[in-house]
């Protein structure tokens, strides 16, 4: 009889982790998940909890003795994540884990217009390195923070233009993952691009909002002079404000459009888009 498969699941305590940790256990998978601080982590059938962090490469590499399969959500954006990514796939490929599947970005690429996308490629690279079997899903920007780039005046800023994006709900991403683990091997050494039904301008980011929610949403188009002026006063770190900035002229440029149907292919069912998004989830 063959042994079950054990996948291990980390970010488990956030929003796209924890939707694959659910659904992996509605579907009896046995599961570690792997989290910062265990006492915040799902009580899950079929599944044991294993404190790790991705810059403690031995504790990672004792959590993951054994696993087959692992889900690897990408880490909290930093200035050393692309360092803390590769601690953790060393820890992978010491503790003989079989196969990675990584959430990454649209567009990775080590000159992509959005500069932590540029990560993302960076880890692809490393994972492809490691001599374990992998699948990159390439996720598009979040349906999900569409409403938090709403000012307290109803105004969407950014340098965005006319450009478009296919945005895609966390929910899609995470059942594309479910049904990359429970399967890996059709999938192996393969590069989804993880996006919704359609490709959106701000524009119609807000005129959507704007009809769902009723009340008077707008984008406006900032100069890049501008996006940096207006975003300074958060006092964030250069990294970080260039990242904000650069979301936006990403969606100029066109590379955050292309429209995949990949959820659709790999899980049977189509991705929802913005106004099912909005209608679904109330403010």
Known sequence: MTPPVTIATTGATGVVGGLVARDLADRGATQRLLVRTPAKAPQL?????????????????????????????????????VDEHRS????????????????????AAPDATFTLARDHYATEEYIKASGMNWTFLRDGLY????EALVGDDGVIRG???????????????????????????PHAAHTY????????????????????????ITFLDE???????????YGAPDWQVDAWVSTYTAIANGVMAPVSDSVEQITGIAPMNLETYLTTHPR
Do not use: C, W
């Not at 953790?88 to 567009?107: E, L, N």
């Open 45 to 81: 059938p079929n599944s044991t909890v294993h404190q790790s962090n991705y810059s403690d490469q031995a504790a990672s590499t004792a959590a993951l003795a054994g696993v087959d399969v692992l889900f690897m959500v990408s880490a909290s954006e930093s200035a050393k994540r």
């Open 88 to 107: 953790f796939i060393d820890a992978a490929a010491a503790a003989g884990v079989g196969h990675i599947v990584y959430t990454s970005f649209a567009a």
């Open 143 to 146: 349906l999900d923070f569409m």
């Open 159 to 185: 340098p965005a233009g006319d450009g478009r994006s296919s945005f895609v709900s966390r929910a899609d991403v995470a059942r594309t993952g479910v049904a990359v683990l429970v399967d890996p091997a």
């Open 193 to 216: 691009d993880i996006t919704g039904p359609e490709a959106l301008s701000l524009t119609e980011v807000a005129a959507t909002i704007s009809r769902i929610r009723g009340e008077n």
């Open 223 to 233: 100069s890049i002079e501008e996006a940096y002026r207006s975003r300074a006063r």
